[in-house]
């Protein structure tokens, strides 16, 4: 799926706020689905302020619907403004 803009990102936010990372690649192609990806790739690749999609990983929300990005390399979690349905 391609989507037309990329969101505005914040700063970064807690790992409370964050929810669960999702460390399995069909956990996380779950919820990227959700929201109307192909998997979880296709939502890393869309969604990422910079470097390449295998730079972050992908955190859930379940309360709230909300997806956020780790970067690997810092830690770094940032809203995507993306929600599962």
Do not use: C
Request: aromatic content about 8%.
């Amino acid at each position: 799926m391609v989507r037309g803009t990329r969101n505005n990102y914040s700063d970064a936010v807690s790992p409370s706020e964050a929810g669960k990372e999702l460390r399995s690649n069909s956990e996380a192609d779950k919820v990227a689905q959700e929201a109307g990806y192909d998997n979880a790739h296709d939502f890393k690749e869309q969604n990422k302020p910079s470097g390449k999609g295998s730079d972050w990983n992908m955190m859930h929300n379940k309360k709230t619907g909300e997806i956020f990005l780790r970067r690997l390399s810092d830690g770094k979690i940032v809203k995507t403004r993306e929600f599962t349905k």
